[in-house]
């Protein structure tokens, strides 16, 4: 009886050489589109984070003569960062600090959502948003109120690893007065771009001091 040795396929050298660069080429193809995907929802779930603040802040206005925050709810003194600001919110209008951090964010990328004491309240780099102070209720509705952080100046950085970059320099979320939320596309050439006023693209819209009033004034949140 005859018995027969089949050979199993297999690839040869040159067939797994030409499946690897195919992999390779769709892999190169596919890394940017993710890479996209994947940011546009960390800004969506950020955007979201940030119409939950200032729907925040407008409860705490509706108990405060539609004023906003401009007094430090522990000592009484004039807040003077982001971060004071929004520890009045505590714990009557808000028990949970996650929202005030972005994953990434050079200046509040964490919180440990302790808020047992005012001290643990939004301690340094466990807030990622700016606000705008000196607001009220009866505000344009289109003036912002909270804002992502920027480089200290109002404007918004290429780099995603230093204060004001980081969307990289693409886009900034804007929550306005009347808790309408958006991811704006900056303007502006060069390393530093700008949210631009919508009656005047050239002017920065975080220049709150120029159309709000002298009493209105942009805060940053506190660094780590």
Not at 21 to 45: E, F, H, T
Not at 190 to 214: E, F, P, Q
Request: some cysteine.
């Amino acid at each position: 009886m005859k018995i027969s040795h089949r050979k199993s396929p297999a690839f040869t050298l040159i067939e797994l050489l030409v499946v690897i660069s195919i992999i390779a080429i769709l892999a190169s193809i596919a890394s940017p589109a993710l890479i996209g995907a994947l940011k546009n929802g960390k800004i969506s779930r950020a955007t979201a984070d940030a119409r939950q603040v200032a729907l925040s802040l407008q409860l705490y206005a509706q108990d405060h003569d539609g004023a906003y925050p401009s007094e430090r709810s522990d000592t009484g003194e004039n807040i003077s960062s982001a971060n004071d600001a929004f520890r009045c919110l505590f714990p009557n209008y808000l028990k949970n600090e996650k929202i005030f951090s972005v994953a990434g964010s050079p200046v509040g990328k964490s919180a440990d959502n302790n808020i047992s004491s005012p001290a643990e309240i939004l301690k340094a780099g466990e807030n990622h948003w700016a606000y705008v102070a000196g607001l009220n209720t009866t505000s344009d509705s289109e003036w912002p109120l909270v804002v992502d952080h920027t480089d200290g100046g109002g404007t918004y950085g290429l780099k995603e690893t230093e204060a004001g970059g980081t969307w990289g320099g693409i886009k900034a979320i804007v929550v306005h007065v009347d808790t309408s939320a958006t991811a704006v596309l900056l303007a502006g050439a060069g390393s530093r771009r700008y949210i631009a006023r919508t009656d005047d693209k050239s002017k920065n819209l975080l220049n709150v001091s120029d159309y709000a009033g002298k009493g209105s004034r942009l805060l940053e949140p506190v660094k780590q």
